[in-house]
């Protein structure tokens, strides 16, 4: 088991950066492809980023691309998401995750079974 709590969001002008920080309560972090999901006001949840175990393989949806970096030190159990050139559009309640099924990660969130409270993200136009 782990529990997972988010940190590090707030409010952004567009164009502003944020980093998320996603800190696990206990070294099992390591045996878990993490992931970023975010849900904005009336939209169903979504995915944003995902990292495998080691960290060597990452997945983003098509949105954050070249604007998103997930990132991993598993020496300090926490994962990491690097928002920059955040638009409006980005305004939303972000979570992390820990995959219990897959090793790689993956952009279905059925497979994230330990899920953070979220941390909520606005930008201002």
């Known amino acids: 088991q782990v529990q997972l709590v988010e940190s590090g969001g707030g409010l952004v ?6 980093r998320l920080s996603c800190a ?3 070294r099992t972090f390591i ?3 993490m992931g970023w999901f975010r849900q904005a006001p009336g939209k169903d949840r979504e995915f944003v980023a995902a990292i495998s175990r080691s960290g060597g393989t990452t997945y983003y949806e098509d949105s954050v691309k070249g604007r998103f970096t997930i990132s ?3 020496a300090k159990n926490t994962a990491y998401l690097q928002m920059n050139s955040l638009e409006p559009e ?19 969130s059925g497979e994230y079974f330990y899920w953070g409270q979220g ?6 136009s």
């Not at 002008?13 to 944020?18: E, R, T, V, W």
């Open 13 to 18: 002008q567009a164009g502003g950066s944020l």
């Open 72 to 74: 991993r030190d598993n």
């Open 119 to 124: 941390t909520q993200v606005t930008v201002s």
């Open 31 to 33: 045996r878990y492809a």
């Open 24 to 26: 696990a309560s206990s």
């Open 90 to 108: 980005d305004k939303a309640v972000y979570y992390c995750a820990a995959n219990t099924v897959t090793s790689e990660g993956s952009r279905w």
